[in-house]
């Protein structure tokens, strides 16, 4: 909601309105409350209209001091290489900042981001639903910069996934069949050398490991765990846990 816009008023709207634990990122105005969890600061780079790259060193410097990551909007080439020179000009990377989206990464740059240990959470559905529209304009040769994942998993680069809703399908099943499969809706392929395993594509949505003690927030599904990885589809679902609760149950 709002993401890099979130602030007090934000947190009050969704603080205990959704059956998930919640961490917000958000801007400097968001502090620690009730409800969730504070998450980094967001920086919204947009290429059109970039920011100074001294006042963007700064914000990231105030987050420093407070103990807090960033994670930083990249969709393009530019946004990328900004959000890299202002966290040199800040003092350098730090654990938990993280690359939102990584909508184009050229191949050059994954060095930069494994030597940064920068974190991409990337949206894999976009391949899917915008798919079409990226075969008629991105140019051939950088398709394969899109929504990069096999490449930036072999390199190193801790990965993860979202949706991106609204702008995206929220379904993180079709998210998981993306990152398998890359083709689009109208069923053209994308980048195959990109593609990851359903196992792969499934950890890019895990928050951790099963073990006593921690947490119960699990998805339980019918059929075997080989039968949700050929066939990883929401009408699988059949109970989900938050801490324990069930919050949804199909029976």
């Known amino acids: 909601m709002r993401g890099a816009?979130?602030?007090?008023?934000?947190?009050?709207?969704?603080?205990?309105?959704?059956?998930?634990?919640?961490?917000?990122?958000?801007?400097?105005?968001?502090?620690?409350?009730?409800?969730?969890?504070?998450?980094?600061?967001?920086?919204?780079?947009?290429?059109?209209?970039?920011?100074?790259?001294?006042?963007?060193?700064?914000?990231?410097?105030?987050?420093?001091?407070?103990?807090?990551?960033?994670?930083?909007?990249?969709?393009?080439?530019v946004e990328l290489a900004l959000y890299?020179?202002?966290?040199?000009?800040?003092?350098?990377?730090?654990?938990?900042?993280?690359i939102e989206h990584g909508g184009m990464i050229a191949p050059e740059a994954i060095p930069a981001i494994v030597e940064a240990g920068l974190v991409v959470v990337s949206n894999p559905s976009f391949i899917h639903d915008r798919g079409d529209r990226y075969l008629a304009e991105?140019?051939?040769?950088?398709?394969?910069?899109?929504?990069?994942?096999?490449?930036?998993?072999?390199?190193?680069?801790?990965?993860?996934?979202?949706?991106?809703?609204?702008?995206?399908?929220?379904?993180?099943?079709?998210?998981?069949?993306?990152?398998?499969?890359?083709?689009?809706?109208?069923?053209?392929?994308?980048?195959?050398?990109?593609?990851?395993?359903?196992r792969e594509a499934l950890q890019l949505y895990f928050g951790g490991q099963i073990a006593p003690g921690e947490p119960a927030d699990l998805v339980l599904c019918s059929g075997m765990p080989s039968d949700v990885l050929e066939d990883p589809d929401t009408g699988r679902v059949r109970m989900t846990l938050v801490h324990g609760a069930v919050v949804f149950d199909s029976h």
């Open 138 to 198: 991105v140019p051939t040769d950088r398709l394969g910069d899109l929504y990069r994942l096999c490449s930036l998993i072999a390199a190193g680069v801790p990965v993860k996934a979202g949706s991106d809703a609204p702008y995206a399908n929220p379904d993180p099943w079709l998210g998981v069949r993306s990152a398998r499969d890359r083709m689009t809706q109208a069923g053209h392929p994308i980048a195959k050398s990109e593609v990851i395993s359903a």
């Open 84 to 98: 890299l020179a202002a966290l040199d000009l800040a003092g350098g990377p730090e654990r938990g900042d993280r």
């Open 5 to 77: 816009h979130n602030g007090p008023d934000e947190a009050r709207i969704l603080s205990g309105a959704m059956p998930q634990r919640l961490t917000l990122m958000g801007s400097e105005a968001l502090e620690v409350g009730d409800g969730y969890t504070l998450g980094p600061l967001k920086l919204l780079i947009d290429e059109r209209d970039p920011p100074a790259l001294d006042l963007l060193a700064a914000r990231i410097r105030w987050a420093r001091e407070r103990k807090r990551a960033v994670a930083a909007h990249c969709v393009t080439d």
